[in-house]
């Protein structure tokens, strides 16, 4: 004779039921928790690399003439060294701004100008890319921090309390710095890091201090020799 289920069993198997439902809840949300802080910090990585590429590939050729015509290339091509801006020129079009090298790099067509702006007026900061004159063009987002180190043939550290290099015909080699973070904050996280990077010259220096807020960050930092000076 089969003997049904009794109201304390019913209870039992409804109990052991919801432990199991929650514990597959608790293990979903931990694991799309898990995903989406990878995602974001993929996404820090993916931001801060692509801006420190955009800024190392037009230094690289900051004064190239492709067409090599001895004219071009007697003016400093760094019009302004910023510690949080650089503004430089090279051969990147011709007078009707087709596209084509013409051998001239000074200009208002020419000039590439780095710094970093609020693209979206959602109160971070971004890495912007312009033409003298135009407008910001965002490279990078969530670009916390742009910070540029200046050296001469010597790798002695060109520096000015004005936060401007006023000699920047002496630039043979700049260090380019790149702090960047995560979109949003992780209140389960402190950081509370200091942020330092070794300089061409071979000192070490403080470039950020976190103040015990919720954001990741990621640091890089890259030297780069001007090859393409005629001065």
């Given at each position: 004779m089969h003997k049904g289920?009794?109201?304390?069993?019913?209870?039992?198997?409804?109990?052991?039921?919801?432990?199991?439902?929650?514990?597959?809840?608790?293990?979903?949300?931990?694991?799309?928790?898990?995903?989406?802080?990878?995602?974001?910090?993929?996404?820090?990585?993916?931001?801060?690399?692509?801006?420190?590429?955009?800024?190392?590939?037009?230094?690289?050729?900051t004064g190239a003439d492709p067409q090599l015509k001895i004219f071009s290339n007697t003016n400093p091509p760094i019009k302004t060294a910023g510690t949080d801006e650089i503004h430089i020129e090279m051969d990147i079009t011709d007078l009707d701004d087709s596209g084509n090298p013409d051998g001239i790099i000074s200009g208002t067509k020419e000039s590439v100008i780095y710094s970093l702006y609020d693209s979206g007026n959602d109160e971070d900061s971004d890495l912007g890319r312009k033409r003298e004159g135009g407008n910001n063009i965002a490279v990078s987002e969530n670009i916390e921090l742009l910070r540029f180190y200046y050296f001469d043939k010597d790798l002695n550290l060109l520096d000015d309390s004005t936060g401007k290099i006023t000699t920047p015909d002496n630039i043979r080699t700049i260090q380019v710095v790149v702090l960047g973070r995560v979109e949003r904050e992780d209140r389960s996280y402190k950081n509370n890091k200091i942020y330092e990077v070794t300089l061409a010259s071979g000192n070490k220096t403080t470039v950020f201090k976190a103040t015990g807020d919720g954001y990741k960050r990621y640091l890089l930092s890259s030297i780069v020799h001007l090859q393409n000076l005629n001065y």
């Open positions: 289920f009794t109201i304390i069993e019913l209870l039992i198997s409804i109990l052991i039921s919801s432990i199991i439902m929650g514990l597959v809840y608790t293990l979903f949300i931990s694991l799309q928790k898990n995903h989406m802080e990878i995602v974001k910090i993929s996404d820090m990585y993916q931001n801060t690399r692509s801006a420190m590429d955009a800024i190392t590939r037009d230094l690289k050729i």
